[in-house]
């Protein structure tokens, strides 16, 4: 089997792969599409919505990320809220993604190696499920490999106006998550290690330094007007950050997270999002090590840096010295050092391929065709549990609409509410929040989750309490309905009141 001829031919292919890669990618997301069924996605929402109608203040961190939720609220001006108009842009930043991906790596390597890498990236489980999301992770991705793609193009062309593209697409950043930012250096040095130490590389970078902040300035000069802050945006990062550290029931704490979730399930951690590549990864970053001290990594070796800087960057950068926290940790944040991965192993499987050695030969396409399809069986595996999410969310909330249009709605949590709003296309504003059923004071339905979400700070009245009523209900509610998302109950508040001072 001569894969030296393979590589040859394919090398000269009279077309580009990456279109075919493109259409592939999309068929996936269609397969694996999941709506908008997450849980921070209708955060998302409700600030497009909000967005769309002339409320761009910012109270949260979330507020912030305008790459993110923006072009979600100019669809929704346009055409109305819908499951297609606020995951639209998140298609484009992930297929747009898939493009980038293989013209950075093709830039280093060659058409196979590139056509290797592509096919694995954009298979993998957390691209397709995370990169499926109305969050943060498709813009983080997009914006960062536009960064990568724009510095190579600069220096290969030796055109500022790549690097102005760069610098604007650092800004992407900033509005997508702040941390994200760790690109930059990693990027600059990557020119100074290709192009030298010297003015005109100076240049360059500095160029770009000053395009990164046109954004970033124009978002403080709207904050300035309306919070009386310029760095409002630095003021609500920290305010998040604070409120994150505090929070030890959303978020996992324990410092070597990324390892645990590619291997372990439970406490936060999914192996079944990283599938079978954590076994790969971890093979492949001890190839990397050895074949580095053997001097013989490569290309491999300037992406085994872009890798291994930012899991160790997300690992132990810190947010606090005293006492030490770290960086909030999250399975969907690693979705920005996927691609270097599945480059090494564009590489390394080439290498094998390309050997004398019949044994190696068999063994990469074993390898390859491994991590394709099992990529790919986790990611509709794991895509099938939000769709039933959100095909339960939907169906409730549908029956709840029906027949209560106009019923006052109490809620306990802060889940349905936010589906409710959504599901209404927002035109929905009888719901409010209560912390004790003595604030219910006009007769209505009140609405207790049926599978109740592990975090304490999602509900308003206590889960445990919540378990009681549901179990004995008091006098004066009625259970009505047991819906796929919720239970319903009537309540009248006279009667309840009763038994209450009873």
């Not at 960064?147 to 900033?174: D, H, M, P």
Request: aromatic share 16%; with cysteine.
């Amino acid at each position: 089997m001569d894969f030296g001829k393979i590589t040859e031919k394919f090398n000269k292919l009279p077309f580009e792969p990456v279109y075919i890669f493109m259409i592939l990618a999309f068929i996936l997301r269609l397969v694996t599409f999941m709506g908008i069924s997450e849980g921070d996605d209708l955060s998302y929402t409700l600030l497009a919505h909000r967005f769309a109608n002339g409320d761009i203040a910012a109270n949260f961190i979330f507020d912030i990320r305008w790459v993110v939720f923006v072009p979600v609220a100019l669809l929704y001006k346009l055409f109305g809220v819908s499951d297609f108009t606020s995951l639209l842009p998140t298609m484009v930043y992930g297929i747009a993604s898939v493009w980038l991906a293989y013209k950075i790596v093709l830039e280093e390597t060659d058409r196979l190696t590139a056509s290797i890498a592509t096919l694995l990236y954009l298979s993998f489980p957390i691209i397709l499920i995370y990169g499926n999301f109305l969050q943060v992770a498709p813009s983080l991705e997009f914006f960062t490999l536009l960064t990568v793609y724009s510095f190579q193009r600069g220096i290969k062309n030796e055109n500022i106006g790549w690097f102005i593209l760069g610098g604007f697409a650092i800004g992407g950043i900033f509005f997508a998550r702040t941390t994200g930012l760790f690109i930059a250096p990693l990027a600059s040095f990557y020119v100074w290690y290709r192009k030298g130490f010297n003015k005109k590389t100076v240049i360059w970078i500095a160029c770009a330094a000053l395009c990164s902040l046109v954004l970033p300035a124009v978002q403080g000069l709207i904050y300035l007007n309306i919070h009386n802050d310029f760095f409002y945006h630095v003021t609500i990062s920290k305010k998040g950050i604070e409120y994150q550290d505090r929070m030890f029931d959303v978020d996992p704490k324990d410092l070597f997270f990324y390892i645990r979730t590619m291997f372990t399930q439970g406490d936060f951690a999914n192996w079944k999002m990283f599938g079978l590549n954590g076994y790969f990864i971890a093979a492949s970053t001890l190839t990397c090590i050895a074949l580095i001290c053997m001097k013989k990594a490569g290309k491999a070796a300037l992406f085994f840096i872009w890798f291994i800087s930012y899991f160790l960057f997300m690992t132990f950068a810190p947010t606090s010295f005293s006492p030490y926290t770290t960086l909030i940790r999250n399975i969907r944040y690693a979705i920005i050092f996927i691609l270097p991965i599945c480059a090494i192993y564009g590489i390394l499987l080439n290498k094998m391929a390309q050997s004398k050695n019949m044994a190696l030969q068999i063994t990469a396409i074993v390898i390859f065709l491994t991590i394709l399809i099992s990529n790919i069986a986790f990611s509709v595996e794991d895509s099938q549990k939000f769709k039933d999410r959100r095909t339960a969310q939907k169906a409730s909330v549908a029956a709840l609409l029906k027949d209560y249009p106009d019923t006052q709605i109490y809620l306990a949590d802060k889940n349905i509410g936010r589906r409710i709003a959504y599901y209404s296309g927002y035109n929905n504003n009888n719901y409010k929040h209560i912390r004790s059923l003595k604030q219910i004071k006009q007769p209505g339905i009140f609405l207790i989750p049926k599978n109740m979400p592990a975090s304490v700070s999602r509900f308003y009245i206590p889960k445990d309490e919540l378990l009681k009523i549901r179990k004995n209900p008091p006098k004066g509610m009625t259970l009505k309905k047991k819906l796929p998302f919720f239970y319903l109950y009537e309540v009248d508040p006279e009667i309840l009141n009763q038994e209450k001072q009873q």
